[in-house]
Nanobody, 116 residues
Framework: QVQLVESGGGLVQPGGSLRLSCAAS????????MSWYRQAPGKERELVAT????????NYADSVKGRFTISRDNAKNSLYLQMNSLKPEDTAVYYCKTVWGLKGYWGQGTQVTVSS
């Protein structure tokens, strides 16, 4: 079955960095686009970044452009999100997502808290 498992979240001070990982299994990772989303308390889940199958193309929300970098390693069935210059407003639960067989799949999420 399709599984997505995020890791790497935590508490970081403003201006700091974190690298999130998403380990994928149960499907052909290299054949699907992948995305990172986040959901802050009391807010709707929002798209953060996407990456195409081979990693040749990426897109970012305006709020993270220039600070976050999405990448993938198809040999390791893994998705990453490098987050730099973190701000308090980046505090949220971060999820990886894919679509396989016309169905969307989400991980359980990893909490990122940016606070001094």
């Amino acid at each position: 079955q399709v599984q997505l498992v995020e890791s790497g979240g935590g508490l970081v001070q403003p201006g700091g960095s974190l690298r999130l990982s998403c380990a994928a299994s149960g499907f052909t990772f290299s054949s699907v686009h992948m995305s990172w989303y986040r959901q802050a308390p009391g807010k709707e889940r929002e798209l953060v970044a996407t990456i195409t199958r081979a990693g040749a193309s990426t897109n970012y929300a305006d709020s993270v452009k220039g600070r976050f970098t999405i990448s993938r390693d198809n040999a390791k069935n893994s998705l990453y999100l490098q987050m730099n210059s973190l701000k308090p407003e980046d505090t949220a639960v971060y999820y990886c997502k894919t679509v396989w067989g016309l169905k969307g799949y989400w991980g359980q999420g990893t909490q990122v808290t940016v606070s001094s």
